[in-house]
């Protein structure tokens, strides 16, 4: 079983603020990195997929990177805005075994 | 698209009787599925992977004879969680992929109450 750690485990900012958030995993057999958005009461939304050391991907104010030789990746979100609230997922997908294993996420909220 | 629904939402049974959740991809063909189940703040648990026409893959510690998995087409998926008792109480989330993608699309989920 992967060890994937998350932090921090929850984080409360105002709208507007910029932050960002951590995901750690084994850097061995690295394959990809999904992130994902959980918000209450719906279905978890993919992100992002990322596959390459250095990889940057940017959707709208969201933005993520990728470090696999050292094992983590940054989410980041610039202007928080209340609807950015939910809880935010990673979860590597190594090559040795095609499943996702996900961490305990950060949760997210935005406040005005 | 890549839109996936499951049904129901939320479910509460006796202990020992059956409780069967679907999952369905709407709008894609799914060739495999996946169970996963969460538990109190917990991360998301992989229980089974199905493909569609073969018998679902187990993760270890999942009991396949209590936990049934039928991918019977390509757009559904089901999961029977058989004399189920109060420790089978969670949520169960599942999702689906496009042939040839990494990326999985989940439904809802379905929180159970076993009483």
Partial sequence: ?112 | GAVVSQHPSRVICKSGTSVKIECRSLDFQATTMFWYRQFPKQSLMLMATSNEGSKATYEQGVEKDKFLINHASLTLSTLTVTSAHPEDSSFYICSASRPGEDTQYFGPGTRLTVL
């Fill in chain 1, 1 to 112: 079983i992967l060890n994937v750690e998350q932090s921090p485990q929850s984080l409360h900012v105002q709208e507007g603020d910029s932050t960002n958030f951590t995901c750690s995993f084994p850097s061995s057999n690295f394959y990809a990195l999904h992130w994902y958005r959980w918000e209450t009461a719906k279905s978890p939304e993919a992100l992002f997929v990322m596959t390459l050391n250095g990889d940057e991907k940017k959707k709208g104010r969201i933005s993520a990177t990728l470090n696999t030789k050292e094992g983590y990746s940054y989410l980041y979100i610039k202007g928080s805005q209340p609807e950015d609230s939910a809880t935010y997922l990673c979860a590597p997908l190594t090559g040795t075994a095609s499943k996702l294993t996900f961490g305990t996420g950060t949760r997210l909220q935005v406040t005005l």
